[in-house]
T-cell receptor, first 115, second 115 residues
Framework: GAVVSQHPSWVICKSGTSVKIECRSL??????MFWYRQFPKQSLMLMAT?????????EQGVEKDKFLINHASLTLSTLTVTSAHPEDSSFYIC???????????FGPGTRLTVT | KNQVEQSPQSLIILEGKNCTLQ??????????LRWYKQDTGRGPVSLTI?????NTKSNGRYTATLDADTKQSSLHITASQLSDSASYIC??????????????FGRGTQLTVWP
């Protein structure tokens, strides 16, 4: 199956700092990628849809100035958590949509801990 | 409201036993229903995918069923193994209008297999 990678797999940062998470589709070009957040024992919650070459579409309640998304190429989308706070600690998962099948392939996730 | 409900929330079984997980959904119309396995601290991995016209789909020891009339799906795991311990997530994809391509996630069933 298609492979989507994320980097880093886990990160610890201090409150007030910014953290960048990368999502790469390794064997297909994805014009659309998605960013999800998952709290313990909860389902994945869509944060935003990342479109290559255009602005991301954010879900209601997600602050676009806090969660900056850049989809600069067909294989890379980045999520930057700016001025991170402890409540931003969560598991962030990206997915890439295959251009032919429309199937979403998920990355392995990034565990963010803000101290 | 488009929702996906799973039961039970958690389940403990002994190695070698079978189990069945349930998924009820209200997403309509839908294009397909997927079952994912999510290991702790990892991203979801697809097990099965069924369109509305399919009743059953197997993948090794995993067998998914779908009743589009009653909007119910089940995932049956046979001869469970310790490595089956994970969260199993039911995901329904919308088919039209504002729901087109959007994924609706259940909260998952946490399965624990004991030796």
């Amino acid at each position: 199956g298609a492979v989507v990678s994320q980097h880093p797999s886990w990160v610890i940062c201090k409150s007030g700092t910014s953290v960048k998470i990368e999502c790469r589709s390794l064997d297909f070009q994805a014009t659309t990628m998605f960013w999800y957040r998952q709290f313990p024992k909860q389902s994945l919650m869509l944060m935003a849809t990342s479109n290559e070459g255009s602005k991301a579409t954010y879900e209601q309640g997600v602050e676009k100035d806090k969660f900056l998304i850049n989809h600069a190429s067909l294989t890379l989308s980045t999520l930057t958590v700016t001025s991170a706070h402890p409540e931003d600690s969560s598991f962030y998962i990206c997915s890439a949509r295959h251009p032919l099948t429309y199937e979403q392939y998920f990355g392995p996730g990034t565990r963010l801990t803000v101290t | 409201k488009n929702q996906v409900e799973q039961s039970p929330q958690s389940l403990i079984i002994l190695e070698g036993k079978n189990c069945t997980l349930q998924c009820n959904y209200t997403v309509s119309p839908f294009s397909n229903l997927r079952w994912y396995k999510q290991d702790t601290g990892r991203g979801p991995v697809s097990l099965t995918i069924m369109t509305f016209s399919e009743n059953t789909k197997s993948n090794g020891r995993y067998t998914a069923t779908l009743d589009a009339d009653t909007k119910q799906s089940s995932l049956h795991i046979t001869a469970s193994q310790l490595s089956d311990s994970a969260s199993y997530i039911c995901v329904v994809s919308g088919a039209r209008g504002s729901t087109l391509g959007r994924l609706y996630f259940g909260r998952g069933t946490q399965l624990t297999v004991w030796p």
